[in-house]
Nanobody
C-alpha cells in the first residue's frame, strides 16, 4: 500500500497561512487522496479530497474558501494550502489515500492508507 509522510505543520497566528505536503507511493496507486484533521477529544474530520488525474476536488465546510488541495503526480506529492487560518483550525492533520467510491468521500472510512500526521497550531 505504501507509506505517506506529511510535513509543513507548525505554529502560526490567526490570519496566517501554512502549506502542508504529503509524499508517498500510495498517492500513485490510489484513486482518492485527501486531508483530514483531528483535534483532541474530537472525531477525525474530512478537510479536502481530490481525485487522481484531475477528477475533482471536494472540501469540508470548514475549509471552503480558505483551503486548497492540489497534487503533483510527478513528485508523488499532495498539498494543502491553508489561508486565513483560525484558532479552531488547530489539529493534527493527516494525509490519506484510498480506492475511491461514489459517495461520502470526506469520511475517514473511504481511505485505507494514512500518514502519521503533522501538527498545526493557530494562536489568537
Amino acid at each position: 500500500q505504501g507509506q505517506l509522510v506529511e510535513s509543513g505543520g507548525g505554529s502560526v497566528e490567526a490570519g496566517g497561512s501554512l502549506k502542508l505536503s504529503c509524499i508517498g507511493s500510495a498517492l500513485r496507486y490510489n484513486t482518492l487522496m485527501g486531508w483530514f484533521r483531528q483535534a483532541p477529544g474530537k472525531e477525525r474530520e474530512g478537510v479536502a479530497v481530490i481525485y487522481a488525474g484531475g477528477g475533482g476536488t471536494y472540501y469540508g465546510d470548514s475549509a471552503k474558501g480558505r483551503f486548497t488541495i492540489a497534487q503533483d503526480n510527478a513528485k508523488n506529492t499532495l498539498y494543502l494550502q491553508m489561508n486565513r487560518l483560525k484558532p479552531e483550525d488547530s489539529a493534527m492533520y493527516y494525509c490519506a489515500a484510498g480506492p475511491g467510491r461514489d459517495s461520502d468521500i470526506l469520511r475517514p472510512d473511504a481511505f485505507r492508507v494514512w500518514g502519521q500526521g503533522t501538527q498545526v497550531t493557530v494562536s489568537s
